[in-house]
């Protein structure tokens, strides 16, 4: 199983990027995803996240109207597009993949990419 983030860098406050993670070594259409992000000295937390099919999105109230999650299941890969970021967007992102069965939940992340928003 692999979660290979990219897309991260250094941006100027009010930029946009867009991340990718690209899937394998699981059914990836049958799996919910998520974007998380963890800052310096903080915890992580979820930004984003869409159910396996695309048709349900939920947003962190701070990055609501910002950051639009997607994903292409033919792809084997999910998105996060950011806009008018802001320097406390400055984090390392993480792509989650998660599915709960009746007898176990299974649950992959990716290594991680750094955004940094600093002018």
């Known amino acids: 199983v692999q979660l290979v983030e990219s897309g991260g860098g250094l941006v100027q406050p009010g930029g946009s990027l867009r991340l990718s993670c690209l899937a394998s070594?699981?059914?990836?259409?049958?799996?919910?995803m998520s974007w998380y992000r963890q800052a310096p000295g903080k915890e992580r937390e979820l930004v984003a996240g869409?159910?396996?099919?695309?048709?349900?999105?939920n947003y962190a109230d701070s990055v609501k109207g910002r950051f639009t999650i997607s994903r292409n299941n033919v792809k084997n890969s999910v998105y996060l597009q950011m806009i008018s970021l802001k320097p406390e967007d400055t984090a390392v992102y993480y792509c989650?993949?998660?599915?709960?069965?009746?007898?176990?939940?299974?649950?992959?992340w990716g290594q991680g990419t750094q955004v940094t928003v600093s002018s």
């Open positions: 070594g699981f059914t990836f259409s049958s799996y919910d």
């Open positions: 869409i159910t396996s099919a695309g048709d349900y999105t």
């Open positions: 989650n993949a998660r599915l709960r069965t009746f007898a176990r939940m299974y649950d992959y």
